[in-house]
């Protein structure tokens, strides 16, 4: 294995398969596919094959180690990357899954990443320049970049930060015009995944005017979506409103009669209308 650059050799790579292009820029946000293993025990601690879904890191926000060995990869290389305790989980572990001091060996797949200082150059040359001369098509690369940006936070627990992210991509597309059905298409299939991740913040933050308010734009663009209906549900049992919420739920649980989170809700909601009468 080769020492990382500026790891002192607390990181060391090893190439599997070579990538494509260029190297990841830094402050990218990257989507991969890894197995991370305590060095000596045969079963992984983490996993994204195992969990069946890549995951979505914005470069400086994950663990050391694992950021400064993907911040050398191309795109579609997979390497093995050796993490000293210092690169790693230092001498507290994650219990109970890393011991303390542990050695961690990760396998990881580059899928792919979006540039952030290119993502955020877009977005400055739309705000100066008129909407007629930036194409949709960057604007919703920009947009998602917000997005997967947003995510990385969501997925950490800052919720408020995933907000503004999402909000930041939110005031790109609203300000957008569209030239045919393709363009509206995707446009509004952005716009929408936006809009139920700051729903979501809001639920997450227990502000349930804000959640409904973007449930009602989802569904102002779709009117059978179903994320929408849930969301409107759990805004509402938050806010006490509990009828309204069953009323909700029961409109997602036609659309998708199938979602386990949907009957969750259902339940969670009838137990606490429960305990309001009690």
Not at 147 to 156: E, V, W
Not at 202 to 215: S, V, Y
Request: a positive charge; proline letters at 3%.
């Amino acid at each position: 294995m080769t020492p990382v650059d500026g790891t002192n050799g607390g990181v060391k790579k090893k190439i599997l398969r070579e990538g494509v292009g260029g190297i990841v820029p830094e402050g990218a946000t990257v989507k991969v596919q890894y197995n991370g293993y305590v060095v000596g025990e045969a079963e992984p601690f983490d996993s994204t094959w195992l969990r069946g879904s890549k995951q979505e890191i914005k470069l400086g926000h994950g663990l050391l180690g694992f950021d400064a060995g993907v911040a050398t990869m191309r795109k579609s290389e997979t390497s093995q990357f050796l993490l000293q305790p210092d690169w790693g989980f230092g001498a507290l572990g994650c219990p109970p899954r890393v011991p303390g001091s542990a050695t961690l060996l990760f396998e990881i797949e580059l899928v792919s990443f979006v540039n952030a200082a290119a993502a955020e150059a877009d977005e400055e040359a739309f705000a100066g320049s008129g909407h007629g001369s930036v194409r949709l098509a960057q604007l919703v690369d920009v947009a998602m970049s917000e997005r997967r940006a947003g995510n990385d936070c969501f997925y950490r627990g800052d919720f408020g930060q995933a907000m503004a992210k999402y909000q930041k991509g939110i005031g790109l597309l609203e300000k957008a015009s569209m030239k045919d059905e393709a363009e509206e298409k995707l446009w509004r299939e952005e716009l929408i995944k936006l809009y139920l991740n700051v729903a979501m913040c809001c639920i997450k933050k227990r502000l349930g005017p804000k959640a409904i308010t973007f449930c009602n734009k989802v569904r102002d663009l779709d009117r059978s979506n179903a994320k929408a209906y849930y969301c409107h549900g759990q805004a509402c049992r938050i806010l006490g409103e509990f009828d309204k919420a069953i009323r909700m739920c029961l409109e997602a649980a036609k659309l998708k009669p199938n979602s386990e989170e949907v009957r969750a809700e259902l339940r969670l909601i009838n137990k606490k209308k429960a305990e309001m009468k009690e």
